[in-house]
């Protein structure tokens, strides 16, 4: 059988150039919709999915990430002083989300580079790989990280959850090979390679 995937891993050492000048100082997975930022959906994906440990790959840039998951007693201390009760519970539960860690990736040498930063981490675990700046909605179903993990408990093999994209857009994203010789089951569909932001005419595919 395989191991309980409860590890997961957060690269978000990136220089976010395409958020420039938002993300000159602060990461762009702190870049809020509306009021919460990213990186908190994406945290409240993985608890939702049963993970345990998250480690956040961060760079020099990553302050406010770690003081936004931390206790901040003085905030905490002012709002209960003037009685705001809801804001004091709203601001304790962000800091009692999960057991964070986080490692710094000291040149941002890519992706893949980010992902063996957490190699001690891992061990020999399986485990879960979250993009601090993909958020993915499900109201009300199941979380797209627990579907992922369902379908590796069933095939024992790595897992991608990928989306379709615009042709014109393929450049800008990983793009996966689906088999030639497996045809998909429903929606698995066995891979065979990918490619990182190709050329239109030379996309294997449009799933991103
Ligand atoms: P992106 O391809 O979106 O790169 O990285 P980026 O540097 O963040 O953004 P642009 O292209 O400059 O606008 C995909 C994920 O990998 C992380 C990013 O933080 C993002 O979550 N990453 C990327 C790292 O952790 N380290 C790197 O060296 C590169």
Redesign the pocket.
Known sequence: MNKKVRKAII?????????LPATKAIA??MLPIVDIPTIQYIIQEAVDSGIEEILI?TNSNKHAMENHFDKNYELEERLKESGKLEQVKMIQDIADMANIYYIR?KE????G??VLCAKSFIGDEPFAVL???DVVVNKEGKPALKQLIEQYGKTSASVIGVQTVDKKDVSKYGIVEPSKSHPAKGRLVKLTDMVEKPAVEKAPSQLA
């Open positions: 690269p978000a050492a990136g220089l976010g150039t395409r958020f762009k997975e790959i990736q941002p040498k890519g992706l580079h980010a993009l601090g700046d």
